[in-house]
C-alpha cells in the first residue's frame, strides 16, 4: 500500500514539474486548454496542466524588419528603388498570435504595399525632400490594419531612394542652374547697391566740392602707401590754368 502511495506521489511530482513554465520579462504566453484561449501567464514562474494546456509565446519588445529593397513610380512616372525599415511591437498577444498565423511576415507584406501606394501618391521632389510626411503617412496606414493583431507600429523610416543615372544627371544640371541664376541675382544686387551709393556719394560732394578734394588727397595718399613712387599733387585750378595756357599756345601756334 506504501508502495502505491509512493508511486502516486511521486508521479503527481513528475506532473508538477512537467508543468512548470518560466518566461523573462519581456516575454507573455498565451495558453490554450484543450485548444480554446484560457489567458495569458508571465513574467515570471507560473504553471499549466501538462498535456492540456499548451502555450504559444510571444515577445512585446521593439522588433525591426527591413522592408524589401522595390522598384516604384512616382506620381511624374519616375521610377525609383526605395528602401524602408519599419519598427514594430507586439501590445496584444493574444491577438498576434490567434488573429493571425504569422504576424512578422503579415505586417512586413502591408508595409510593402502601403509604401508603394504612398509614394505613388507624392512627386519626386517630395519623396527626397519631405520623407518625414511620407514615414508618418505610411506609419499610419499600417498601424491601422495591424491594430487589429495585436501589434503597434512604431514608425517606418526609408533608408535610401536610388534614383536613375540620367534623372541624376538632370537633376545635377537643373541645381547648376539655379545656382548660377542666383550668383547672377546676388551680383545684378551688388551693382545695384553700388551705384545706390555712388549717386548718394556724388550728391553729397557736390554740396560740398572740398569733399572730393579730401577724397582725391586720401586716394593718393593710399597710393603712396603701397608703391614706392614720387606723387606729383596738382590743385584743380592749376588744372584750369595749365589748361589755358595749353590752349593759348596751340592758338598761337595756328596765327602763326
Wanted: contains cysteine.
Amino acid at each position: 500500500m506504501w508502495n502505491t502511495v509512493i508511486l502516486v506521489l511521486v508521479i503527481a511530482f513528475i506532473i508538477f514539474l512537467c508543468g512548470i513554465r518560466i518566461d523573462r520579462e519581456y516575454e507573455r504566453s498565451v495558453v490554450f486548454r484543450l485548444g480554446r484561449f484560457k489567458h495569458i501567464k508571465g513574467p515570471g514562474i507560473y504553471w499549466i496542466i501538462p498535456l492540456i494546456d499548451i502555450k504559444k509565446k510571444a515577445d512585446l519588445r521593439v522588433r525591426t524588419l527591413d522592408v524589401a529593397s522595390q522598384e516604384t513610380v512616382t506620381k511624374d512616372s519616375v521610377t525609383i528603388r526605395i528602401d524602408a525599415v519599419l519598427y514594430y511591437r507586439v501590445e496584444y498577444p493574444e491577438k498576434a498570435i490567434i488573429k493571425v498565423r504569422n504576424y512578422q511576415h503579415a505586417i512586413g507584406q502591408k508595409a510593402l504595399t502601403s509604401l508603394r501606394n504612398v509614394i505613388g501618391q507624392h512627386n519626386l521632389d517630395e519623396v527626397l525632400n519631405d520623407r518625414t510626411s511620407i514615414n508618418v503617412a505610411i506609419s499610419e496606414i499600417v498601424d491601422h490594419v495591424s491594430d487589429e493583431w495585436g501589434l503597434k507600429v512604431i514608425s517606418i523610416d526609408i533608408k535610401d531612394v536610388e534614383i536613375p543615372k540620367d534623372m541624376q544627371r538632370a537633376m545635377a544640371k537643373e541645381a547648376e542652374a539655379v545656382r548660377e541664376k542666383r550668383a547672377r541675382i546676388i551680383k545684378a544686387e551688388a551693382e545695384q547697391e553700388a551705384a545706390k551709393k555712388l549717386t548718394e556719394a556724388a550728391a553729397m560732394i557736390a554740396k560740398n566740392p572740398m569733399a572730393l578734394e579730401l577724397r582725391r588727397m586720401q586716394m593718393v595718399t593710399e597710393v603712396g602707401a603701397e608703391q614706392n613712387t614720387t606723387t606729383l599733387l596738382m590743385m584743380p585750378s592749376e588744372f584750369v590754368n595749365l589748361a589755358k595756357a595749353m590752349s593759348d599756345h596751340f592758338v598761337d601756334k595756328d596765327k602763326k
